[in-house]
């Protein structure tokens, strides 16, 4: 049996975007020695070696490129922008926004990326993507860290810290594809509450340690 594969991409083929928002015939703008590069260029890769096996083998392939996903279950130290703030605001510490804060994100809960990903694996073998898959409302790091503060009710200043090296400036899918080929979809939870329910997860999650 010939089972179909899924591979979980990523938003940062687009790397550092001049094109925005990024849709998925934008072939993005990535810095092939920088410091973010070997996380970029694995998945750039990966998408050329999948495309390769459906050239050459017919393996059955769907790519899904993934903005940025949020919600419960996440590890509080895998250095995620959403789970950083939250379990600094929730602690009291300070909440670090590398540059001025300006750049943007959009931040997809994780009920509606799955629903997207069980959708992709459901069309016909003809589709296989690429297929951006996010949510498309835009937000700068000081409004997601603002947020967070007055939703855990948190007295968490805002420190700045030295922008990283090929930090992406702006992030925002381009979702008219998903919604044509997987049946409308888009998606349902805004941010403030799917932070919400991460933020409760994080609650009990320290209160256990």
């Known amino acids: 049996m010939r089972a179909r594969i899924l591979q979980a991409s990523t938003s940062e083929v687009y790397g550092d975007p ?96 799955i629903e997207a990903m069980n959708r992709t694996m459901e069309t016909a073998d003809d589709f296989t993507g690429p297929v951006n898959i996010g949510n498309p409302g835009e937000f700068t790091m000081i409004e997601l860290a603002e947020q967070v503060i007055s939703l855990t009710g948190s007295k968490s200043r805002l420190v700045h810290l030295p922008l990283p090296a090929d930090d992406p400036k702006q992030r925002r899918p381009d979702i008219a594809l998903a919604k044509s080929a997987l049946g409308g979809w888009e998606p349902k939870v805004p941010l403030a509450e799917g932070l919400n329910k991460t933020i409760a997860y994080f609650d009990q999650l320290l209160s256990e340690r």
């Open 18 to 113: 001049e094109v925005h928002p990024q849709a998925e015939s934008y072939w993005g703008r990535v810095n092939p020695i920088g410091t973010r590069s070997c996380y970029d260029e694995g998945k750039r890769c990966a998408e050329t070696l999948f495309f390769d096996y459906l050239r050459q083998h017919k393996l059955r392939i769907k790519v899904v490129r993934i903005f940025n996903t949020y919600g419960p279950r996440m590890h509080p130290n895998d250095g995620r922008v959403v789970s950083n703030f939250i379990v600094q605001a929730l602690k009291g510490e300070d909440i670090t926004i590398y540059g001025d804060g300006r750049q943007t994100r959009s931040f997809c809960y994780v009920d509606d990326l």
